[in-house]
T-cell receptor
């Protein structure tokens, strides 16, 4: 079972920041938070991951609360091509662990 | 190749026939995952390989499903006596290492999937 909860859908205006929340209240100390997205008819794409510090890369920023029970993925300037299903996953850092995908959040970027 | 390669990209078969789906992971990636995604649904985990062994087969939906991996590289997912409910996109992903480790971020790289339609 997925260990995360996300809103089923969100809208965002083109050019504005998209803030996608994720709750993971039962996260363990050795579990990382990963974000992936899936654009229609394509395989999922890695976005970013983190353990406890905030992270930023060329695609997005990841803000993890101090208690690590929730996080927010931020797309700073959303474009129409960012319309996709966004998945938040928690996973232990070792080879034996699967990535469990929940239903995710369907983000629609509107012109 | 540069990415995860899956074949065939599309497969239409008749109910009761066997099908084989192939996944060629990124060179050097030791971990390989199979998922399936039915129309409008999320990703369903099927099986995971570390090298040639499969420590987690918990997601295989029935004994009609099997998978193998040889040489720590190519993997084949076989579905015997296909049923209409097997129709889905079958996705393969590979990974090089664990998050925070010296050999990679632990992220998954997905192929474009094999779309299976059982008539």
């Amino acid at each position: 079972d997925a260990k995360t909860t996300q809103p089923p859908s969100m809208d965002c205006a083109e050019g504005r920041a998209a803030n996608l929340p994720c709750n993971h209240s039962t996260i363990s100390g050795n579990e990382y938070v990963y974000w992936y997205r899936q654009i229609h008819s394509q395989g999922p794409q890695y976005i970013i991951h983190g353990l406890k510090n905030n992270e930023t890369n060329e695609m997005a920023s990841l803000i993890i609360t101090e208690d690590r029970k929730s996080s927010t993925l931020i797309l700073p300037h959303a474009t129409l091509r960012d319309t996709a299903v966004y998945y938040c996953i928690v996973r232990v850092n070792n080879y034996g662990q699967n990535f469990v995908f929940g239903p995710g959040t369907r983000l629609s970027v509107l012109p | 190749g540069a990415g995860v390669s899956q074949s065939p990209s599309n497969k239409v078969t008749e109910k009761g026939k066997d099908v084989e789906l192939r996944c060629d992971p990124i060179s050097g990636h030791t971990a390989l995952y199979w998922y399936r995604q039915s129309l409008g649904q999320g990703l369903e985990f099927l099986i995971y390989f570390q090298g040639n062994s499969a420590p987690d087969k918990s997601g295989l939906p029935s004994d009609r499903f099997s998978a193998e991996r040889t040489g720590g590289s190519v993997s084949t997912l076989t579905i015997q006596r296909t049923q209409q409910e097997d129709s889905a996109v079958y996705l393969c992903a590979s990974s090089s290492g664990v998050a925070g480790g010296p050999r990679g971020t632990g992220e998954l790289f997905f192929g474009e999937g094999s779309r299976l339609t059982v008539l």
